[in-house]
């Protein structure tokens, strides 16, 4: 799923001064595993931003709606009867949802209330971390499940560089380490008694389906009505 | 058969409790929840024993009388237990099946029918009296209830205090009853109890400390008992918490306990342990040092008994984190120290040097001993006692005593802590429905359920009932302004007072209002939900109003008590209080009490002395059991074992309980089996088996579970266990003598802790002194020449086993404590093994040759591991399972319908196991007896379309309940659901809500509150 986190709640507070009618807009997909921004947060944040505006003897609107999901049209046409009442709306859905909401409603000024951060998993409760960078051309095939791209730090296709120690990556995060994806590719790959596969070599990969061709899009035919 | 035989035979389904502390209200619960009468006769004015004079409870350290009040107020709503204080039983004659109990009532000189409870009385009463209950420290009045939350909740005279009734004149209480409750002609009455069994649970008395006159108690005003300092340190107590010295009420710094007064003492006090004296005091030294972080905490010991489950985790906490100093020594004088009231106490330190060293305060750790009255008690009842007075019981079968249907339990039947206590209280009650389980129904009484009215689409209409609860808020709180306020508030149709709301006349008075009014929803404005919801949700209920439409606004505790100097104040926030609850019984919707039928057959897993003695608990009760046993024969651990301690043969009592057990015609034993499956909840489980060595699939459906699963003896890596024949563990030893005497062993050593009280395993395992003790005693007996050399930590002989201690002492049996940082060590030698050690006292290292060494090896848990996840139950770091509550629910698994007993639950003895599986079985008949359980209203309900199955609710639930369905979205069965509500907080979809406490229904109530402040 998409991992988002929460904003830090003075930065949305910048977004909204002098606003005097506010939705507060959730989604109930991706954010509201990640708990970030799911129907509990809409209302979390909503009540904070009602004290604060209350604390400064402001006297703000703050609505609550939290949509099926936010990338969507149908869901979004869900609020197009209202959306005109509010000069702001704080979407709590992902980086797609809040420029889908302002794809849609051009007069609206949007905002974001989380940072989206990646593609991962929940690895417990509290703990998500990354697995895919959508490149859009999956080689999990041939590292044995194990993705260079989203787990190098260098996404290298034949890996390991020189900077791999003890399993251990050289870049670090803070002061905590990285394990090396590549030695977890050929570790898995020993385990799975197929490592005469890191034998071949990974040609050259078509990387125009990565996020440095532009924007992309999925066309299907067989689906377009 | 002639009408008198055919009387006699009549098994009667009442049983008479005699003794109504701690462990005599679990078995009055029990047993009233299983279906039976109980009659509670209690020799004070209230039950409640020694438990409620506790401020808090090791290991956890929870509030005493907040964990034993809601069982008290269990035992007083239950229609079917009768409570019979200030009583005493004169005779008793009949048998088993049938007694006919004489009962003599001492006068209370108050109506307690017409009581309410108001304390009133005891206000103006004029005569201070010594209080009993805080152990002198303070006073009470003449006309007392013995502490605030007692039961009966009334009063009584205390004749020869009272002025009235000593010199004529007063009848103060009289003048300003307002319920008319005083009887001045009260007098001795007799009633006779017609019950099928009698359990006893009278408890012990506390040794005087007055008797050690050197210790100072009653000379020196800073010497206190151990019970004193328990009050010193509650916040109800005399210095409301503040710890203080009695004499000069300066705060003392330096406080030393002085063990083990009163007990290991056969010169001047009791031979045995009190079992109970180094856990409270350890527990006291920690509360002390967090009340006042100043306090330094001296523990004078000869061993530190931390036996029980956890407990020395709980001392060594003591030491690493509240710095309690340990000092092994007696202490031989206690001076007081001229013009401070400090004390010096005079010990001798390991080395024998003399030390004197002050302190600020001395708190002496009295142990129990039987009541004055022991042996006229058991004469009256029959029964016989053994040499030190406590009732003579089989370790085997532990409760019963000499004469049948007369059972003995709590520390009555010897020292013990509050758990096992509890434990026993369960156990006996389940001899006792054993005994009677046909006459099971027989005496209770049957509720009819009334027609409840359909109020779903009338709007609400609200009657609001403020109470003065006597004084306790009409002395501060201006009620006629709070009812005015409730008239002026939506929905209120009604708004009236009451003197008493909980009294039986108000509340016959707020049903005929109800009716009057045509009132659909109700809000008591009083005191605590806790304690008096219950009761007016009956009440409205038996007006066909649905009980959940009910709210209450706690205008006592959190009003009129704590804004006591301010009226005014006081005024205006019970006007609000009530706002709030108008509010939210507005929003309230009736709720249904789903009813599910009970499957009446048990599932025991372990086919131990434990599981097969539960198993026979319940088949004796005539309910089917399934045994699951992993191996191919019954009998566990036992199968290895000789004799206990008391020499009683393990061997014929295993065959004879084997025997039962497989000829039952009751009992299915599955051996070979394992369980593979199990679902469902109390009540109606499903488990899923694999039996026999043709692996077929078994599904069983059964109502509770009863988990025994074992335990067994650590294999020693320690010292050349397995690599030398003359190395071998307790069990092994007891078993070569058994087989090839004692005639080879010249010089034998045993070293103590061996698996236990390490870092791998923190615990202590419980038996292993005892067994050191008894094949020490059997060597010796046998040979009387063999040198017998015991290396321990503390020797934790606790109870009547002391009694062994000292005979080992006295037939020459050598004991040397070792200090677990520098240990024995030994090495093989030519036929034996050469152990060297330190000895404490003279600082040298022994050296002594063994034919023998045995290793006192501790007890580790079957492996569960599987099982903890295929039940999901919770286990502890060693492999234990772990009780739903340490003191009051110790045989009680947190999923409900799940019991356990034996050693799954924490090393013990047979005896112990035997007591835990009675016990197992009376808790799990209070399901069984019954054809439907009625399930609470109060559960989380899922909305699906809003579930996001992210899966948080199936992780946060500490139940385990929630899971995500074949649709894909969470479902929570509300047969299992605790109703905690921690899902429904977590739910990032807000797709969870608990009933009754649905968003809408809190948030209206918090706007109500605070309507015009915000």
Known sequence: MIVADKKPIEEIIEYLKGKQNILILGCNECVTVCEAGGKKEVGVLASALRMYFQNQGEDVKIDEVTLERQCDHEYLEEIRDRVDQYDAVVSLACGVGVQFMAEKYHSTHIYPGVNTCFLGATEERGLWTERCQACGQCILATTGGICPVSRCAKRLLNGPCGGSTTGKCEVKKGDEEIDCGWQLIVDRLQALDRLDEYETLCPVKDWSTDRAGGPRKVIREDLKQ | ?1014
């Not at chain 2, 001395?362 to 009255?373: A, N, R």
């Not at chain 2, 010292?719 to 307790?730: A, K």
């Not at chain 2, 050191?772 to 606790?798: F, G, H, S």
């Open chain 2, 1 to 1014: 058969m002639s009408g008198l035989e055919s009387n006699q035979t009549t098994i009667r389904g009442s049983v008479m409790i005699a003794g109504g502390g701690v462990g005599g209200m679990q078995a009055a619960i029990d047993l009233a929840d299983s279906g039976f009468k109980v009659h509670m006769v209690q020799k004070d004015s209230s039950i409640g024993g020694t438990m409620v004079m506790l401020d808090k409870t090791f290991p956890t350290g929870d509030c005493s009388m907040c964990m034993i009040s809601p069982k008290m107020v269990e035992v007083g709503r239950h229609p079917d237990i009768k409570l019979h204080t200030l009583a005493e039983v004169v005779s008793i004659d009949g048998g088993p099946g049938n007694y006919r109990v004489r009962v003599k009532l001492q006068p209370r000189y108050v109506d307690a029918e017409k009581c309410t409870g108001c304390g009133i009385c005891e206000e103006k009463c004029p005569k201070k009296v010594t209080s009993e209950y805080e152990q002198g420290l303070t006073v009470r009045k003449a006309i007392y209830s013995l502490y605030p939350q007692a039961l009966p909740n009334t009063r009584a005279i205390d004749r020869d205090n009272c002025i009235y009734f000593q010199k004529g004149k007063c009848k103060a209480c009289e003048k300003f009853c307002p319920s008319d409750a005083i009887i001045w002609d009260d007098s001795e009455q007799d009633i006779e109890l017609n019950v099928g069994a009698v359990i006893l649970s009278p408890g012990l008395e506390r040794y005087d400390a007055g008797m050690r006159q050197e210790l100072g108690y009653g000379r020196w005003p800073n010497v206190v008992s151990s019970i004193q300092f328990e009050r010193i340190l509650s916040a109800s107590g005399p210095f409301m918490g503040e710890v203080m010295r009695p004499g000069d009420h300066k705060h003392p710094e330096k406080i030393a306990w002085i063990q083990c007064v009163g007990s290991r003492d056969s010169h001047n006090a009791n031979p045995w342990c009190s079992s109970v004296c180094c856990m409270y005091t350890t527990k006291q030294a920690v509360i002390a040092k967090e009340h006042d972080a100043s306090i330094q905490p001296t523990i004078f010991y000869m061993d530190i008994r931390a036996f029980g489950k956890d407990f020395d985790k709980y001392v060594n906490r003591a030491k690493e984190e509240y710095a309690v100093r340990y000092q092994r020594a007696m202490i031989s004088t206690v001076r007081e120290e001229p013009g401070t009231g400090n004390l010096i106490l005079r010990y001798a330190e390991p080395d024998g040097k003399l030390v004197d060293e002050t302190f600020d305060m001395v708190v002496l750790s009295i142990g129990f001993q039987p009541h004055k009255e022991a042996v006229a008690f058991a004469k009256t009842f029959g029964i016989e006692l053994n040499e030190h007075r406590f009732p003579k019981t089989d370790p085997f079968v532990p409760v019963e005593t000499t004469r049948p249907g007369i059972y003995a339990t709590g520390i009555y039947q010897g020292p013990k802590d509050i758990p096992e206590t509890v434990m026993q209280g369960s156990a006996v009650a389940g001899r006792a429905m054993a005994l009677l389980s046909e006459a099971r129904g027989s005496e209770t009484t049957v509720i009819e359920p009334p027609a409840i009215k359909d109020v779903k689409d009338e709007e609400p209409r609200i009657g609001v009932f403020v109470c003065h609860c006597g004084i306790n808020i009409a002395s501060v709180v201006d009620i006629e302004t709070v009812v005015n306020h409730a008239k002026t508030l939506p929905h209120v149709v009604y708004a009236g007072n009451n003197l008493f709301t909980c009294a039986q006349d108000s509340q016959e008075q707020m049903k005929a209002i109800i009716k009057e009014h045509g009132i659909n929803r109700v809000v008591v404005a009083a005191c605590s939900p806790k304690t008096h919801e219950a009761i007016f949700m009956d009440t409205i209920e038996e007006c066909g109003v649905n009980k959940y439409l009910f709210e209450m606004a706690n205008i006592r505790n959190q009003d009129s008590w704590v804004h006591s100097a301010t009226p005014e104040v006081a005024t205006a926030k019970a006007g609000e209080l009530v706002q709030g609850a108008v509010a939210r019984a507005a929003s309230l919707s009736p709720l249904d009490e789903k009813k599910i039928p009970v499957i009446q057959r048990g599932l025991v897993i372990g086919g131990g002395v434990a599981g097969m003695n539960a198993a026979l608990g319940l088949a004796d009760q005539g309910f089917e059991v399934v045994l699951v046993e992993k191996e191919a024969d019954l009998g566990g651990l036992a199968t290895r074992l000789t004799a206990t301690i008391e020499g009683a043969d393990i061997k014929t009592y295993l065959n004879d309980l084997i025997e039962k057990v497989a000829g039952h015609p009751k009992i299915q034993v599955l051996t070979d089996a394992l369980v593979t499956g199990f679902t469902g909840f109390k009540g109606n489980f499903t488990t899923e088996v694999i039996v026999g060595t043709g692996m077929y699939e078994r599904k069983i459906e059964h109502g509770v579970v009863i988990l025994a699963t074992g335990a067994n003896e650590y294999v020693p890596t320690e010292y050349l266990y397995g690599q030398n024949q003359n190395v071998m563990t307790q069990i092994e030893l007891a078993e070569r003598i058994e087989q090839s005497g004692a005639e080879d062993l010249n010089q034998v050593v045993m070293i103590q802790c061996i698996g236990s009280r390490n870092e791998g395993n923190p615990n202590c395992s419980r038996v292993c002194c005892q067994s050191a003790v008894k094949n020490a005693l059997r060597i010796k007996k046998l040979r009387p020449e063999a040198n017998v050399y015991i290396l321990y930590r503390d020797m934790r002989t606790y109870g009547l086993m002391e009694d062994y201690y000292m005979e080992a002492r006295g037939l020459g049996i050598l004991f040397f404590p070792y200090d677990p940082d520098n240990p024995p060590a030994a090495e093989s030698a030519e036929n034996g093994v050469v152990v060297s050690f330190q000895d404490q006292m003279t600082g040298r290292q022994l050296k002594v040759r063994a034919d023998v060494l045995a290793l006192s090896a501790g007890m580790t848990p079957e492996d569960t591991e599987e099982l903890a996840n295929i039940l999901k139950l919770a286990r502890n770091a060693e492999g234990f399972f772990v009780e739903a509550h340490v003191k009051l629910r110790p045989v009680d698994m947190a999923t409900e319908g799940i019991f356990i007993c034996g050693t799954a639950h924490s090393p013990k003895l047979i005896s112990e196991s035997v007591s835990q599986a009675l016990a197992a079985a009376s808790r799990a008949t209070t399901i069984l007896s019954k054809t439907q359980l009625t399930l609470s209203a109060v559960t989380a309900e899922v909305e699906q379309d809003r579930c996001a199955s992210c899966l948080i609710c199936v992780r946060s639930c500490p139940y385990g309940v929630p899971r995500i369905n074949e649709d894909g979205v969470s479902e929570i069965d509300a047969a299992l659901c605790h109703g905690c509500g921690i899902c429904a907080c977590e739910c990032p979809a807000k797709a969870i809500e608990l009933n009754w406490y649905k968003d809408d229904q809190i948030i209206c109530k918090i706007d109500a509150l605070l309507e015009g402040a915000v």
